[in-house]
DNA sequence: AACAAAAATGAGTGATTACTCACTATAATT
DNA sequence: AATTATAGTGAGTAATCACTCATTTTTGTT
């Protein structure tokens, strides 16, 4: 098992991954992603990626030392890609910035938006970080870890600054506030890729009734 | 693979389910449980199964013709179960009498509260049934009928009848409200006792706010 | 073209899997 | 008490699993 904190330096360097990678390892990991996606990594037989992949079952031990290996290699960069935007120097230093501000509302759209737009371009792997979270303690750990560190501290400093200024109900806890409105954007997401995929969606409405939903159950 | 429209009629005769059981079974369904919880459907071993259970390994396919025919005979009755106060005769008939009309609030405020404590006391088995739903098609689809024909319909009702009554906003489509109320409830549930089952929650006040935050919301 | 290094191969391996079946133990019925 | 029916057993089976390794193919350097 890996070490949480290896971990977090591993991850803060994935733009190097995609280097030195060959071109029958990349079609191992696309076919890995596709297969782990339909029917779960327990489910899914290294026989039957290295077939989808074009590739002999031993290429993929040569790459990857087991086929846990093989999906961390998968799952671990989305910790850092999902939270991508809290990582982001300028997020933060924008919001305090009162000739900048233009209040949570703004803030809390462009962030919806452009998650909604990563969640929708990473559907399979995404289902595959929800399914099997559930029972590797090395993902868990790892998600754990940048939430508390990287995420909620800046949520909390948001949420904080916007309550204080009088925009945000302060009867809610911070915690409370930021568990709801997480819920609410994260179920969306879910719902609309996961639970029910197929039903025909108007998202440019769902997206914009969701906002108003979270606005009027936090502000004040 | 099972009928669809046959397996409702099987769920709906649950309460016969318990009778014929023998203690051997009732020990492998306990075990195959815990197992399936902890591992998942796919790494748990009918060996593993029927050890814990402290049972022969034949004992099992004595009463389930395959592994999955198990499962299924775990997950099914959850579904009519986790759906049960929609199919009570009652809980319709109430709301409409307007002498007992207690308001949206006060019905959310019970609803919540009752898949609350069966939540709680469910948890390992509704953890199941949100794992293996994303690999078995017969369940989803047992539960998409249960959903779509018992649910959804009477929850249309209600919204819509409280709608007119202008207690509700009625800039937000009645499903886009249903999709909302539940996906906070059960977005609270989900990180109550899946995501974080060990933070410290003060259960009533989270559950308050978690109403009140719907209510300011969908209310207008 | 010759060589070395890296990448890819696929038959082979022991372990584990879900499931079978001939058999025994227990319970119910006469 | 005898007979039948049901419940339980556990060694056995073919299939599949993740993974290995000696060998071949491809790539890069001179």
């Known amino acids: 098992m890996m070490d949480p904190q290896k971990l977090l330096q591993e991850l803060l360097k994935i733009s190097d991954?995609?280097?030195d990678i060959t071109p029958k390892q990349a079609k191992i990991i696309q076919a890995a992603i596709e297969i782990f996606a339909e029917k779960g990594y327990a489910s899914a037989s290294t026989s039957e990626i290295a077939k989808r992949a074009g590739v002999a079952e031993g290429t993929i031990f040569r790459h990857y030392k087991t086929k846990k290996e093989l999906l961390l290699s998968i799952v671990s960069p989305m910790i850092i890609k999902f939270a991508a935007p809290f990582f982001a120097e300028t997020f933060i230093r924008q919001v305090f910035k009162d000739h900048e501000d233009k209040g949570f509302e703004e803030l809390l759209r462009k962030l919806i938006q452009n998650r909604y737009e990563f969640v929708k371009n990473n559907v399979p792997l995404l289902k595959i970080v929800l399914q099997e979270m559930a029972f590797h303690p090395e993902i868990q750990q790892?998600?754990?870890q940048v939430f508390?560190?990287?995420?909620?501290?800046?949520?909390?400093?948001?949420?904080?600054?916007?309550q204080d200024k009088g925009e945000?109900?302060?009867?809610?806890?911070?915690?409370t506030t930021i568990r709801l409105v997480?819920?609410?954007a994260v179920g969306f997401m879910v719902t609309r890729f996961i639970v029910m995929p197929d039903y025909p969606w108007d998202d440019e409405k769902e997206l914009e009734n969701t906002i108003q939903y979270i606005k009027d159950g936090i502000f004040s």
């Open 17 to 19: 991954d995609d280097k």
């Open 142 to 144: 790892a998600y754990k």
């Open 148 to 162: 508390t560190e990287k995420v909620l501290p800046k949520f909390k400093k948001m949420v904080e600054y916007y």
């Open 168 to 175: 945000l109900r302060n009867d809610f806890s911070v915690d």
């Open 182 to 184: 997480i819920n609410t």
